[in-house]
């Protein structure tokens, strides 16, 4: 039974995360890049301005009094706690593996245009947020869907909610758990006589507690955390990245002509596709490159709905930088590592594969940098999720049922590590998937509203 559930979820995910939504996703932002008049080109330095410190010391800079909880830092840190996971590490190694290293180049691309949309919902989000009877603000697709679209879409809204949750206990906790367990279990087995099973369980009970500690204190301590861990675990990582590419120099010009060329993946070659290696390249980098940065998946926007902002524009040019930090600097670390090594050509995938092209770059050293950049990247999503599926929770059933919620977040997260959990991967992507659907709707429905924004705040002399 399960089996053929499992078989199921998997054909049904692999269909939608192939051509129909990598399509969709990356033509929306190919759409909205025009509308907007390349708005990641023009509102880039602005976005950057605005996240530094000395910026809320000057008007409109987050103060206290405006509605929202979050500075744009903040904001920014929460959303990349939960964009920058696994995916990361393992996403980018498999589309390499697969697709050879032009798939890159296709993951630059949809990372491009995916700033035009992560623009987008951050505007609509902060234009149809409202504050709760609790006193928190509140907003994401399932309100711009039903304030912006009308009543007549609430079911849209609705569906939206439930797979937010769905995701959130699946992508965003369970298979997160599950990679910190795998990464961490099998080091510390060859330092104690426990078994893997025990050491998972320990390991699951540290995690309960760490998350606990953190998602009681709200979005105001989730935020707080990921402002101090994201800068941290990112920079961590990118200085091993750096420090391996710095001692392979000679390679990288290489390496840049054979992912500008679409080089094929040995097992193109082997098929007799070696002629389809762009083709490959494009599928194996779009798919990936979505699904790394989640553009379009509606998921972001909810944590930029209480940024603290005097108009929407200025959280939607600070939101256009996620899909640049996470795709075109930490996704791009990875891939250069993992393609100067060498090791993609020898059927290692996954985070095999990023593990030891940073072990024979960085020999001593380089064993440990995906085991803790996997916990690291893994726990934050799992806070950043959390509260992804708080929201969807309170909109689906209200306020009251947050309690049990964050029970089953909690229960789930346990279970999660000590697991396989190849039913639930499956099922989170689709989940995932059947996020993005009314949400990409919306945005292409709301795309003119986007626009009288835009045109609004750059008029009245919003600098770019």
Request: proline share 4%; glycine share 12%; aromatic share 10%.
């Amino acid at each position: 039974m399960l089996d053929s559930l499992n078989e199921f979820l998997w054909t049904v995910s692999t269909y939608l995360w192939g051509l129909p939504l990598s399509a969709l996703l990356a033509g929306t932002g190919l759409y909205l890049t025009v509308k907007l008049r390349f708005i990641q080109v023009r509102g880039f330095g602005t976005a950057f301005r605005f996240i530094l410190p000395t910026y809320h010391l000057s008007a409109g800079g987050g103060k206290r009094g405006q509605l929202g909880e979050l500075s744009y830092y903040q904001a920014l840190s929460t959303v990349l706690s939960s964009t920058i996971g696994t995916g990361n590490i393992v996403g980018v190694a498999t589309a390499i593996s697969v697709g050879g290293p032009g798939a890159l180049l296709w993951m630059w691309v949809v990372a491009l245009l995916g700033m035009a949309t992560k623009y987008s919902e951050c505007v609509l989000a902060l234009t149809y947020r409202e504050k709760s009877v609790y006193g928190h603000t509140r907003g994401g697709p399932m309100y711009y869907i039903e304030k912006g679209l009308g009543q007549r879409y609430r079911p849209l809204a609705l569906t939206f909610s439930a797979c937010g949750v769905m995701a959130a206990l699946g992508a965003g906790n369970m298979v997160q758990s599950n990679s910190i367990s795998n990464a961490l279990a099998e080091p510390l087995s060859r330092l104690t006589p426990l078994s893997l099973f025990s050491l998972r369980g320990i390991i699951g009970v540290v995690l309960f507690f760490a998350t606990v500690l953190v998602i009681v204190g709200g979005l105001r301590r989730i935020a707080r955390v990921a402002s101090y861990l994201v800068p941290f675990m990112v920079a961590g990582y990118l200085l091993a990245g750096i420090a391996s590419l710095a001692l392979n120099s000679h390679r990288i010009i290489p390496a840049l002509w054979e992912i500008i060329s679409c080089t094929p993946s040995p097992g193109a070659v082997v098929g007799g596709f070696a002629g389809g290696g762009v083709w490959l390249a494009m599928r194996m980098g779009v798919a990936r490159g979505v699904f790394s940065n989640e553009a379009g998946l509606g998921s972001a926007p909810i944590a930029y709905a209480a940024i603290m902002t005097d108009h929407p524009v200025k959280g939607g040019l600070v939101a256009l930088l996620e899909p640049f930090l996470d795709t075109i600097v930490v996704c791009t670390v990875t891939a250069l590592v993992v393609i100067t090594s060498d090791l993609w050509r020898e059927g290692l995938n996954g985070a095999v594969l990023t593990s030891r092209a940073f072990q024979s770059q960085l020999p001593g050293v380089g064993g440990f940098v995906v085991p803790i950049s996997l916990t690291l990247f893994a726990y934050t999503s799992i806070l950043g999720w959390y509260y992804y599926g708080e929201r969807c929770v309170e909109h689906l059933l209200g306020m009251a049922s947050i309690p049990f919620y964050k029970a089953i977040f909690l229960l789930a997260l346990l279970v999660g590590a000590v697991m396989k959990l190849e039913i639930v991967w499956n099922f989170a992507d689709l989940a995932n998937g059947l996020m993005a659907l009314p949400n990409l709707l919306a945005l292409l429905l709301l795309s003119n509203v986007v626009r009288n924004k835009t045109g609004e705040y750059f008029g009245k002399g919003g600098s770019t």
